[in-house]
């Protein structure tokens, strides 16, 4: 596996060696998008709009889903929906998207795993493993949370972790999260 340092202290590996494209190969980027308070549907819808407009083409979009709150669990229930986007940005200059993103759609950052109005996560860029004081990809708890691998596996059941070198099917069948999940029905 290729290594290759993001900043001081940062490590990257990818075979594909991609930091900010010149407009010759394009990243593939998959997010999770989530919220719990306000109006969450119209919150991934905005977030998908700004996303496209930003970030890069969403090029594959999962249902929507209704999940119980994970980690802290005194809250609402999330709505949650994974994307693929094509993007020539570097995984730090997404990641400093997102969060411009979040921050315009309303997020103000309180408590970890707390109520949100918008939370977008990169769960996988390109094969790349990250590990940055600002960025781990894939995602830590990836492996851990049904809300992800749910509707991650609606589009992309057959894509490899690069760290534990199976499907996210695969993954699926192997996660322990006991907490519910169930397809959105908006009941507007």
């Not at 709505?79 to 921050?103: A, C, F």
């Not at 997020?107 to 707390?114: D, Q």
């Not at 589009?155 to 534990?164: G, M, S, T």
Request: glycine residues 4%.
């Amino acid at each position: 596996m290729l290594y290759l340092y993001l900043d001081k202290g940062s490590l990257i590996s990818n075979n594909e060696a991609g930091s900010k494209n010149e407009g010759c190969t394009m990243n593939n980027v998959f997010l999770l998008l989530g919220a719990n308070i306000g109006e969450p549907a119209q919150q991934l819808k905005d977030a998908l709009q700004e996303i496209n407009e930003t970030v890069g083409k969403i090029t594959l979009c999962s249902s929507i889903y209704e999940t119980e709150a994970w980690g802290v669990t005194d809250q609402p229930k999330f709505l949650n929906q994974v994307i693929k986007t094509e993007t020539s940005l570097s995984p730090l200059e997404v990641l400093d998207e997102i969060h411009r993103i979040e921050e315009k759609l309303g997020r103000i950052r309180l408590a970890k795993w707390g109520a949100r109005v918008i939370d977008v996560d990169i769960l996988y860029f390109n094969e790349m493993t990250i590990e940055h004081e600002q960025l781990i990809v894939p995602h830590l708890h990836l492996a851990d949370r049904k809300f992800a691998l749910i509707p991650l596996c609606e589009i992309a059941p057959e894509y490899i972790h690069p760290v534990l070198q199976i499907s996210n099917a695969e993954i699926l069948k192997l996660c322990n999260d006991p907490l519910n999940v169930y397809r959105y029905q908006s009941d507007k």
